[in-house]
């Protein structure tokens, strides 16, 4: 699986957009970008995934480089319950999935 | 979502006991389940890959006889932290996969166990 950058942490005010970007710049043709978050003590929990193309569902949206090369994460309207650990991953499908260090979102009131 | 079912969610034991931790998929069958372990600020590690009905392979590292990993049917994996000593508190997360159901790409991870042993 490819690896992938993200920023170690980030901010966001309460309301406002959270963008949180990822690199995944060796990511292989096969591979997927998924993204997962993780409220502290609790397990990771599946936000999103897409190939090519854009994606939204009622949590976030994905946008994807045109090379594929990048990706960001779009949280529209934070709230407090959004603050977590965010893992970006590229990942065919294969078997396990492999975390990196994510980048912790802290949403402020 | 599909839902993966881990119990205790919290476990205090004394040092030299075991300790089981159970993990069940709900909603699938999930013919290969991970076990990882998440020391505090750091991210998920793998322990060990295990399908069901046949013996767990574990990563480099991972001691196979103190941790214990059983998959016995398609709904159930646990772990056993044998001879707990304090340096295995941790949390740890199980995962479960249906590899050959429709819904082989995705991943659905356990609530987690925080074992403190003392």
């Known amino acids: 699986d490819a690896k992938t950058t993200q920023p170690p942490s980030m901010d966001c005010a309460e309301g406002r957009a959270a963008n949180l970007p990822c690199n995944h710049s060796?990511?292989?043709?096969?591979?997927?970008v998924y993204w997962y978050r993780q409220i502290h003590s609790q397990g990771p929990q599946y936000i999103i995934h897409?190939?090519?193309n854009n994606e939204t569902n009622e949590m976030a949206s994905l946008i994807i480089t045109e090379d594929r090369k990048s990706s960001t994460l779009i949280l529209p309207h934070a709230t407090l319950r959004d603050t977590a650990v965010y893992y970006c991953?590229?990942?065919?499908?294969?078997?396990?999935?492999?975390f990196g260090k994510g980048t912790k979102l802290s949403v402020i009131p | 979502g599909a839902v993966v079912s881990q119990h205790p969610s919290r476990v205090i034991c004394k040092s030299g006991t075991s300790v089981k931790i159970e993990c069940r998929s709900l909603?699938?069958?999930?013919?290969?389940m991970f076990w990882y372990r998440q020391f505090p600020k750091q991210s998920l590690m793998l322990m060990a890959t295990?399908?069901?009905?046949?013996?767990?392979?574990?990563e480099q590292g991972v001691e196979k006889d103190k941790f214990l990993i059983n998959h016995a049917s398609l709904t159930l994996s646990t772990l056993t932290v044998t001879s707990a000593h304090p340096e295995d508190s941790s949390f740890y997360i199980c995962?479960?996969?249906?590899?050959?159901?429709?819904?082989?790409?995705?991943?659905?991870f356990g609530q987690g166990t925080r074992l403190t042993v003392v």
């Open positions: 995962s479960a996969r249906d590899l050959g159901g429709q819904r082989n790409t995705e991943a659905f």
């Open positions: 060796t990511i292989s043709g096969n591979e997927y």
């Open positions: 897409g190939l090519k």
């Open positions: 991953l590229a990942w065919a499908g294969s078997y396990q999935l492999t």
């Open positions: 909603d699938f069958q999930a013919t290969t």
């Open positions: 295990s399908n069901e009905g046949s013996k767990a392979t574990y």
